[in-house]
């Protein structure tokens, strides 16, 4: 019953404020930033494809930033500081691009997606890592017991290491169900910070969506003149 407990008790106020945000973080520009990329950068149309591998690429890097963390050359939370970090800069930057601006469009876009999958990743390490909180005294409980008090029979050496082994077949089991657990978690929470996002939109465009400007006259095209 209380491994039990353990498993349903929700994430952190930390963790779950960040599985929330990386879903509206990545799902709230997505509207202005296409806008810019089509109206102020002016991406030409057969760059369109490419521009959208770059933005794809960074998270087919996922390997690196478990090696990184594998390894201890990041932590989950310094990895979250840096790419949280970065992709605020690089938004910033993004804001303030020069019209016509296509190559530095291209790389603010990967610098963009980088930081975000970073961050995506560190979010989902410090998940798993808060799952694994706890679960190392399964063990310590059945060792003492056994030594302590096998030293006359074979038997009792016997049933101890069976105990032992149990116990630790049941941690592992609890471990792995609590990472499960706690990734789906994360999942529908940034499912969730998605449709906030989209909602968003959806009351930008109703109150300010309707608003046309309409060129001079003399400079309208064909599929304009529905304007006037």
Same mark, same amino acid.
């Given at each position: 019953? &209380?491994?039990?407990? +353990?498993?349903?008790?929700?994430?952190?106020?930390? =963790?779950?404020?960040?599985?929330?945000?990386?879903? =509206? =973080?990545?799902?709230?520009?997505?509207? $202005?930033?296409?806008? @810019?990329?089509? +109206? =102020?950068?002016?991406? $030409?149309?057969?760059?369109?494809?490419?521009?959208?591998?770059? @933005?794809?690429? $960074?998270?087919?890097?996922?390997? *690196?930033?478990?090696?990184?963390?594998?390894?201890? *050359?990041?932590?989950?939370?310094? @990895? @979250?500081?840096?790419?949280?970090?970065?992709?605020?800069?690089?938004?910033?930057?993004?804001?303030?691009?020069?019209?016509?601006?296509?190559? %530095?469009?291209?790389?603010?876009?990967?610098?963009?997606?980088?930081?975000?999958?970073?961050?995506?990743?560190?979010?989902?390490?410090?998940?798993?890592?808060?799952?694994?909180?706890?679960?190392?005294?399964?063990?310590?409980?059945?060792?003492?017991?056994?030594?302590?008090?096998?030293?006359?029979?074979?038997?009792?050496?016997?049933?101890?290491?069976?105990?032992?082994?149990?116990?630790?077949?049941?941690?592992?089991?609890?471990?792995?169900?609590?990472?499960?657990?706690?990734?789906? *978690?994360?999942?529908?929470?940034?499912?969730?910070?998605?449709?906030?996002?989209?909602?968003? &939109?959806?009351?930008?465009?109703?109150?300010?969506?309707? %608003?046309?400007?309409? $060129? +001079?006259?003399?400079?309208? +095209?064909?599929?304009?003149?529905?304007?006037?």
């Amino acid at each position: 019953m &209380m491994v039990h407990n +353990s498993m349903m008790s929700p994430l952190p106020a930390s =963790l779950t404020a960040l599985f929330f945000l990386s879903g =509206l =973080l990545q799902s709230l520009p997505l509207v $202005p930033l296409t806008t @810019l990329t089509n +109206s =102020l950068v002016k991406v $030409p149309v057969n760059l369109l494809s490419i521009y959208g591998s770059v @933005l794809f690429a $960074p998270y087919l890097c996922k390997a *690196i930033y478990a090696h990184l963390l594998d390894k201890k *050359i990041l932590t989950a939370k310094s @990895l @979250l500081y840096v790419s949280y970090s970065g992709a605020a800069v690089a938004f910033v930057l993004s804001a303030c691009v020069r019209q016509g601006a296509t190559y %530095e469009w291209f790389v603010l876009g990967f610098l963009r997606s980088l930081f975000c999958a970073a961050g995506d990743f560190g979010t989902t390490a410090a998940a798993l890592q808060f799952s694994s909180i706890g679960n190392g005294n399964g063990n310590g409980n059945g060792n003492g017991n056994g030594n302590g008090n096998g030293n006359g029979s074979s038997g009792g050496d016997d049933a101890d290491d069976a105990k032992d082994t149990k116990d630790t077949k049941d941690t592992k089991d609890t471990k792995g169900s609590k990472a499960s657990w706690y990734q789906s *978690i994360g999942s529908s929470l940034r499912n969730l910070g998605s449709l906030v996002a989209n909602i968003v &939109m959806v009351v930008a465009f109703l109150i300010w969506g309707g %608003e046309q400007q309409c $060129p +001079s006259p003399g400079s309208l +095209s064909d599929w304009q003149r529905g304007c006037r």
